[in-house]
């Protein structure tokens, strides 16, 4: 079972940048980022392969949004660029051994981080 952890949430201005960060306790294959805003379901950010040289990213983020990893650290980032108020929401981390390729679906990880809370007020 792999321990995963969030940190880097807060609360920001639009405009500003914040970079999450997710450690995990083990090895990790496909690693994800989720949201999920008050009152709406968890959606698909971004994933990124193990070796890292494979991205992708929900429409909404792209072009603002960068997932990277540090295999040495066990770590995953996200670092998150011209926030608007739209990207208020609990930001989730996700990691799966069972794939090699990630996914969109919530289904396809069965490791979760706690979550970040990231507020970006107008």
């Known amino acids: 079972q792999v321990q995963l952890v969030e940190s880097g949430g807060g609360l920001v201005q639009a405009g500003s940048s914040l970079r999450l960060s997710c450690a995990a306790s083990?090895?990790?294959?496909?690693m994800g980022w989720f949201r999920q805003a008050p009152g709406k379901e968890r959606e698909f950010v971004a994933w990124?392969?193990?070796?890292?040289?494979?991205?992708d990213y929900a429409d909404s983020v792209k072009g603002r949004f960068t997932i990277s990893r540090d295999n040495a650290e066990n770590t995953v980032y996200l670092q998150m660029n011209s926030l608007k108020p739209e990207d208020t929401a609990v930001y989730y981390c996700?990691?799966?051994?069972?794939?090699?390729?990630?996914?969109?679906?919530?289904?396809?990880?069965?490791?979760w981080g706690q979550g970040a809370q990231v507020t970006v007020s107008s």
């Open positions: 083990g090895r990790t294959n496909a």
């Open positions: 996700a990691g799966s051994n069972r794939v090699m390729v990630p996914t969109t679906s919530i289904a396809g990880y069965e490791y």
């Open positions: 990124i392969t193990r070796s890292g040289r494979n991205t």
